[in-house]
C-alpha cells in the first residue's frame, strides 16, 4: 500500500493500530505469525558437519591420516585405529571450540543489536528492533537508528541521514504531510523513514509500515555490509608466528627422520615417526585456542556489564593509558535531583533524594508552600513544560524515562503538587526546538487558556544569562542591568561552587506571530530570566576505589564534562581525579588551542569542563600525539567521531545512541566508570592467559622435538613411538592449555603499567622462557630414557615408556609454572581449579595408558616400578624448580 499518500486516521484504520496505546501484546503475538521477525535474512550458516570435517583440512593431519592408510595396509592395524581415534578426538575438541566461539560472537552482535523506543499497551517500552511489528509505534531523537519503516506521525525539527539508502549523504527534512506523485522515489518520500537510516536533528514518532525483508532495506538487502569476521593484530602475528614455527618444525623434524634413517632405523617408522612428530611440534590450534580464549574473556566482560563489540579492543584494552570519561552517569549516579533553586535574589532548598516526588520547600529554615511563592511557582511550572521526560514506576521504584537532567526538573514540579497533564491544558504546546549541544537550550511554543503566544527556554545558566534583556526580580519584570547581570553570575557561581548543576529557565512574549515561521533564532535570544535550579548527580560510590586502582595501574583518569567548571572541580575532587597541582581547561581555552598547542598541556590536565562534544576529539588527538593510548566514552551523536578515533571506543548502553554505540569498540550495560576499569583489568588478564599458553604450548612442543633430535644424534633407540607423541599432544598438551585460558587475574595485574601497543609476543622474556624450559624438558625426558635403558637394554618399550611418563609429568609440572612471569611459587597452585581439574584428567589418562592391559599394545607401553617413578618425578621437576632459587632470592 501507498502509505505514503494517506492520510493519518487512515492509515491507523488500514494498520488497525492506535496512535494513543499502540499495540496490545495479544496484537503483538497475532502479527509475529502472520509477519515474522523483524529481520533481515542472513548468509546461510556452515552445518555443524561442514564445520567438523573443516577440522581435518590441516595438511600435517592429511598426511598423517594417509600415513595411518599404510599403516593399514601394512597390516599395522591397532596403530592405525589409534591414530585415526586420537585424530577424531583433536577434531572434536577443535569443532567445539570452534562453535564456542561462534555462539559467543553471536551472542555479542544479539546483544549489541539496535534497540527501539516503542508504544505497547499505552507505555513506552524499550525493545530489540526485531522485535517490532507492522502497526507498532515507535519513536526517535537525534542519534537514534530507525528500527522498521515507519510513516511519521510527528516530526519535530527531524532530519534523517538515508544515505545507506539513497547515496544521498546530506539529511533529509522530514514532515507529516501526505506525498502523492507518480514514480515517487525514497528520496523525496518526506514522510516516510526508513529502517537502518539515522536520525541526525530533532525527534519524531511514527507507525510501523513493513518489517524485515519487506523494507526498502530488505528490497536491497544486497546493499546491506555482512558482518565481518574479526580478527584481532594478536591472531594475526600468531598466524605468522605460526608459519614461522611450521618452518622451523618441519626442518627439525626433517632432521630427525633423516638422521635416524642413516643411524638404521626402519624407514617407515622413521617417517611415521616423522610425520607425528610434525603434527605435535605444530601448534596449529593456537589460532583456535587464541578465539576461545577471546571468545571467553568477552563473555566474562558481559557479566561485568561490559560488551566487547570488536575483538582487537580486548587487546587494546591492556594498554590502556589515559581513560576520558563523561561525568553525568558514568562517574556520577545519573538521578539528578533539584536541591536548590534561585529566582530574584531569592534561594529556597528542596528535600528528597534521587526520583521520589516527595520533598518539602524552604526559604532559610522556614518551609513555604510553592503555590503562594510566584515565581519559584513559575520556575517549577516552565522546567515542566520545557520537558520530554516521564517518571514511571519500575519493581516498586520511581525511574526516570528521559533524560535524567529533565527528569531531576519534573520531579521537582511534581514535589511541589504540580501535575503536567493539568498544565499540558493550560499551556498548549504548538512547536519545539530539541536541545542542541551547540546551542546548549531547548526551546517550546506554547499558547495559554488566554490565547497568549509565548516561547519557554531551558539551557546553560551562562547561555541565556547572556541572551536575556530582562529578568523577573521581586516578581516584576526589570530591564537586565550590569548589577543585576552580576547578581546572576554570582548566584551561578555558588551553586556551582556547591557541586550544583545549574539549568536556567527563560520565556519570551510572542504575541501576533505564526509559530510556523519561527526558527531557533527568532526565540532564542532577547528572553526575560526566571532563574535557576540547581541539581546534583552524587558521585557513584565504587568510582573513587576504581580511580585509585587504575592509578595504581598506570591509568590517568580524566573528566569531560559539559558542567560549569566549578562543579566539575568539586565532583572531581571528590572522586580523586583532580589533584592539587591538576589543571582545569573550559571550552573557551579549548576554543582558542589547535591540537599541538593542547598536546603541550594536556598531560597536566585533569578536567575539562564546559566542553562540546566536538571538543573530544581534539583531546583525543592531542593525547595520542603524546603517545597515550585513549579510552574515550561517548552518548550523543556528536561524540561518534571522537570515539572512533580513539583507541578504545566506550559508549553508554543506557543512555548512549545507535550512533555513538556503532562507533564503539565497547558498550557500558550500566553506564559506570567501574565497569571501564574492569573490562581493562579483564583485558589485561586475557592478554597475559594468551602469554601463558603460548608459554606453555611452544615450551611442550620445543621438548618433545629435541628429545628426538638428541636421540638421533646419540644415536639411541627411539625414545617415544608415534602413538605416544600424538597422545602427549592431545591430552598433556590440549587440555591444559585451554584451563591456561580461564586463569583468574594475577594480584598485581592492576599494579602493572600498561603494555605497550608494538610489543611482540616474545616480549618480557617469554621466547627465553619458551627456549630453556622446552630445552630441560627435552632433556630430563631423554636422560630419563638414557637411564632406563642403560638398566633395561633389553626392553625398549619399558625405556620408552619412561621417557613418555617423564615428558608428561615434566609438561604438567611445568603448566603451574607458567601461571606466573614470575615463579611456580608466587601463586596459589589451587587458584585455578579448572587448570587442576585437567592436570588431574591427564595424570589418569596417562596411568590409564600405562597400566590398563589392554591399552597397552596400543600405546607401546609397559607397568613402571615404583622405584622408576621417584626418578620420573624428580627428573620432570627439574625444568620447573631448577629456577625457583631465583625467586627466593628477589624474596629476601
Not at 533524594?353 to 518539602?360: L, N, R, S
Not at 597515550?628 to 566514552?633: I, L, N, P, R
Not at 553508554?652 to 559506570?672: F, P, Q
Amino acid at each position: 500500500m501507498k502509505y505514503h499518500e494517506m492520510r493519518q486516521e487512515d492509515i491507523e484504520k488500514s494498520l488497525n493500530t492506535n496512535y494513543t496505546n499502540g499495540l496490545s501484546e495479544e496484537d503483538v503475538s497475532l502479527r509475529r505469525k502472520q509477519f515474522g521477525y523483524n529481520q533481515l535474512e542472513e548468509a546461510e550458516k556452515q552445518s555443524n558437519l561442514l564445520l567438523f570435517f573443516s577440522q581435518f583440512k590441516d595438511f600435517m593431519v592429511l598426511v598423517l591420516l594417509a600415513a595411518t592408510l599404510i599403516s593399514g595396509l601394512l597390516g599395522e592395524y591397532i596403530d592405525a585405529v589409534a591414530i585415526i581415534a586420537i585424530v577424531l578426538i583433536n577434531g572434536f575438541l577443535g569443532f567445539f571450540q570452534e562453535r564456542k566461539a561462534e555462539k559467543s560472537l553471536q551472542a555479542l552482535r544479539e546483544l549489541s543489536a539496535p534497540q527501539v523506543n516503542v508504544l505497547r499497551d499505552g507505555s513506552w517500552v524499550k525493545i530489540l528492533s526485531r522485535e517490532v511489528t507492522v502497526g507498532d509505534i515507535i519513536r526517535f531523537a537525534s542519534g537514534d537508528r530507525i528500527g522498521a519503516d515507519v510513516r511519521l506521525i510527528n516530526a519535530n525539527n527531524l532530519e534523517i541521514e538515508e544515505s545507506a539508502l539513497t547515496g544521498e549523504s546530506v539529511p533529509v527534512a522530514k514532515s507529516i504531510n501526505p506525498v502523492t506523485g507518480d514514480h515517487v522515489s525514497l528520496g523525496d518520500l518526506e514522510n516516510m523513514a526508513f529502517m537502518g537510516t539515522m536520525v541526525t536533528r530533532g525527534n519524531g514518532t511514527g507507525v510501523v509500515t513493513a518489517i524485515g525483508m519487506k523494507t526498502a532495506m530488505g528490497q536491497i538487502a544486497d546493499m546491506l555490509q555482512k558482518a565481518e569476521s574479526m580478527v584481532t593484530p594478536l591472531q594475526r602475528r600468531l598466524e605468522e608466528l605460526g608459519k614461522i614455527l611450521i618452518t622451523v618444525a618441519l626442518i627439525l623434524t626433517a632432521l630427525v627422520v633423516g638422521v635416524g634413517v642413516i643411524q638404521g632405523h626402519d624407514i617407515y617408522t622413521m617417517f611415521l615417526a616423522g610425520v607425528s612428530l610434525a603434527v605435535a611440534a605444530i601448534p596449529e590450534g593456537l589460532p583456535a585456542i587464541v578465539t576461545v580464549a577471546l571468545s571467553l574473556g568477552v563473555q566474562r566482560m558481559i557479566k561485568k556489564k561490559a560488551i566487547v563489540r570488536k575483538l582487537p579492543a580486548v587487546e587494546t584494552l591492556g594498554c590502556a593509558s589515559v581513560i576520558c570519561s563523561d561525568k553525568t552517569g558514568t562517574l556520577t549516579q545519573n538521578k539528578m535531583t533539584v536541591t536548590h533553586l534561585w529566582s530574584g535574589g531569592k534561594t529556597w532548598s528542596v528535600t528528597g533524594t534521587g526520583y521520589e516526588p516527595d520533598g518539602q520547600f524552604y526559604s532559610g529554615e522556614e518551609r513555604v508552600s510553592p503555590n503562594n511563592q510566584k515565581a519559584l511557582n513559575q520556575l517549577l511550572t516552565f522546567g515542566m513544560l520545557c520537558n520530554h521526560a516521564e517518571l514511571v514506576t519500575r519493581d516498586d521504584s520511581f525511574m526516570v524515562d528521559g533524560d535524567p537532567t529533565e527528569g531531576a526538573l519534573l520531579v521537582a514540579g511534581l514535589k511541589a503538587g504540580l501535575n503536567r497533564d493539568l498544565l499540558l491544558q493550560k499551556f498548549k504546546i504548538i512547536k519545539e526546538f530539541p536541545f542542541d549541544s551547540t546551542r546548549k537550550m531547548m526551546s517550546v511554543i506554547v499558547i495559554d487558556q488566554n490565547g497568549k503566544q509565548f516561547s519557554v527556554t531551558k539551557g546553560a545558566p551562562d547561555v541565556l544569562a547572556a541572551k536575556s534583556e530582562s529578568i523577573l526580580w521581586d516578581n516584576r519584570l526589570q530591564m537586565k542591568t550590569g548589577e543585576l547581570f552580576k547578581e546572576v553570575e554570582s548566584a551561578i557561581g555558588e551553586m556551582s561552587s556547591n557541586a550544583l548543576r545549574n539549568i536556567a529557565i527563560a520565556y519570551k512574549p510572542l504575541n501576533g506571530i505564526k509559530a510556523e515561521t519561527l526558527y531557533e533564532k527568532d526565540v532564542e535570544e532577547g528572553f526575560t530570566f526566571i532563574g535557576l535550579q540547581g541539581m546534583i548527580d552524587p558521585p557513584r560510590p565504587e568510582v573513587k576505589q576504581a580511580v585509585r586502582e587504575c592509578k595504581a595501574a598506570g591509568i590517568k583518569t580524566v573528566m569531560i564534562t559539559g558542567d560549569h567548571v566549578l562543579t566539575a572541580k568539586a565532583i572531581a575532587a571528590q572522586l580523586g581525579i583532580l589533584k592539587k597541582n591538576d589543571k582545569v581547561l573550559d571550552g573557551k581555552a579549548l576554543n582558542e588551542m589547535d591540537v599541538e598547542e593542547l598536546q603541550e598541556v594536556v598531560e597536566d590536565v585533569s578536567v575539562f569542563a564546559r566542553v562540546s562534544p566536538e571538543h573530544k576529539l581534539k583531546i583525543v588527538k592531542a593525547l595520542q600525539n603524546r603517545g597515550h593510548v585513549v579510552a574515550m566514552t561517548g552518548d550523543g551523536v556528536n561524540d561518534a567521531p571522537a570515539i572512533k578515533s580513539a583507541d578504545i571506543g566506550v559508549a553508554m548502553g543506557i543512555t548512549g545512541t545507535d550512533v555513538a554505540k556503532e562507533s564503539s569498540s565497547l558498550v557500558l550495560l550500566d553506564d559506570n566508570f567501574a565497569t571501564i576499569k574492569s573490562a581493562i583489568q579483564e583485558g589485561r588478564n586475557i592478554y597475559e592467559n594468551i602469554r601463558k599458553f603460548i608459554r606453555y604450548l611452544l615450551a611442550s612442543n620445543v621438548g618433545e622435538i629435541l628429545v628426538m633430535l638428541f636421540a638421533m644424534l646419540l644415536a639411541l633407540p627411539l625414545p617415544l613411538v608415534p602413538i605416544q607423541i600424538l597422545w602427549v599432544n592431545l591430552v598433556t598438551d590440549g587440555l591444559p592449555a585451554m584451563a591456561l585460558g580461564l586463569d583468574k587475574p594475577e594480584d598485581d595485574v592492576m599494579k602493572r603499567k600498561p603494555r605497550n601497543m608494538n610489543e611482540g609476543v616474545f616480549a618480557r622474556g617469554l621466547g627465553w622462557k619458551v627456549v630453556s624450559r622446552g630445552f630441560l624438558i627435552g632433556l630430563v625426558t631423554l636422560f630419563a630414557f638414557m637411564l632406563a635403558y642403560k638398566a633395561h637394554p633389553d626392553h625398549l618399550a619399558y625405556a620408552q615408556t619412561v621417557a613418555f611418563a617423564t615428558l608428561v609429568m615434566a609438561q604438567l609440572i611445568h603448566v603451574f609454572d607458567c601461571r606466573s612471569e614470575v615463579s611456580v611459587f608466587s601463586r596459589n597452585p589451587f587458584g585455578n581449579m579448572y587448570l587442576v581439574w585437567a592436570v588431574l584428567s591427564s595424570l589418569v589418562l596417562m596411568l590409564l595408558v600405562i597400566y590398563i592391559p589392554s591399552l597397552q599394545p596400543i600405546f607401546h607401553t609397559v607397568p613402571i616400578q615404583l622405584k622408576d617413578w621417584m626418578l620420573i618425578i624428580g627428573l620432570s621437576s627439574v625444568p620447573t624448580f631448577l629456577l625457583a632459587g631465583s625467586f627466593f632470592a628477589r624474596k629476601k
